[in-house]
């Protein structure tokens, strides 16, 4: 009798497939409750005094933990700490520091064993604190709805300080903000940005965020009437003296337009009765068209 693959397979597969899915729960279970060793990351807190910066980034400090792999896995989402203070009364630009099994801070819920720290002495170099103020430019991009204009962007403060060896300040001319596209807005925006410190080593800053104000309007129309005909050489008037100019921007500006904003003009005409094509000139910003978008010339007489 053959034997057939196929329907070995595919008979009872539900319970096959469910069968499959507890062992698979029950190796992870077994795996989580195995011993297990491994180097974790320690997170080095150095306070230094008032008037005192780290001149260099501290080395990578790890520790070899002995545990269960999922009392492992906690350190990782929450590393362990030494925290190191340089005394007031050091002068000296370099300060050797000891580290020791007792000096590591563990998670309180972390159930592990320490049994060794790398490396066990550090050097540590200081350097006299230095303070300079740098302007921040903002790489937040905004893209305004259909309809909607962006007018600008404040970033504040517009300067922040940067603190460390004077060395490393001096080369820092510039801070940014972290990269943020904003899409679709449709109002102004008010919102706190992290400044981007990668590569900064020990420079610390002021402040690690400002605040940027993204200026959104709609954009509209009004129609502004009596606005005056201006016909160049002096001796010629229009019929009509008058017209309708339509004005199209944020309506932000449009609410304080009036009729001396706008200059309707005209080229001087050659002989009377002539039709001349106007022209409008708006404000910067904002466009405009004018109707009766010509006018008969008129002499003025003397």
Request: charged share 20%; net charge neutral; glycine share 6%.
């Amino acid at each position: 009798m053959r034997f057939d693959i196929r329907q070995a397979v595919v008979t009872n597969w539900p319970i096959k497939l469910t069968a499959l899915a507890l062992a698979t729960v029950l190796w992870a279970a077994l795996s989580a409750e195995q011993p297990a060793t491994h180097l974790i990351p320690v997170r080095l807190d150095v306070q230094t005094p008032a008037d005192r910066v780290l001149a260099k980034e501290i080395p990578q400090v790890q520790v070899l933990v002995g545990g269960a792999a999922r009392e492992l896995l906690k350190l990782y989402a929450d590393p362990p700490v030494i925290r190191k203070t340089v005394p007031d009364s050091v002068t000296e630009s370099t300060l050797t520091i000891d580290l020791s099994l007792e000096d590591v801070i563990l998670p309180p819920n972390a159930d592990v064993t320490l049994q060794r720290i790398t490396p066990r002495r550090l050097v540590v170099i200081l350097d006299d604190l230095h303070r300079r103020s740098v302007p921040i430019v903002s790489r937040v991009n905004i893209e305004p709805a259909s309809g909607f204009v962006f007018l600008g962007l404040r970033v504040l403060p517009e300067s922040v300080s940067v603190i460390g060896p004077e060395a490393q300040v001096d080369r820092i001319g510039t801070v940014y903000t972290v990269a943020l596209d904003l899409e679709d807005v449709r109002s102004t925006v008010r919102r706190a940005v992290a400044i981007d410190t990668t590569a900064f080593g020990v420079v610390r800053l002021s402040q690690p965020e400002v605040e940027i104000e993204a200026r959104i309007d709609r954009i509209t129309q009004r129609t502004i009437g009596g606005v005056p005909v201006v016909i160049g050489g002096g001796v010629w008037g229009s019929e009509p003296a008058t017209v309708q100019v339509a004005v199209r921007g944020p309506a932000s500006r449009l609410a304080t337009l009036n009729r001396d904003s706008l200059l309707v003009t005209a080229t001087a005409a050659t002989v009377e009765g002539e039709m001349l094509a106007l022209s409008v000139r708006p404000p910067t910003g904002l466009t405009a068209t004018v109707s009766p978008d010509s006018v008969k010339a008129q002499r003025i007489i003397q």
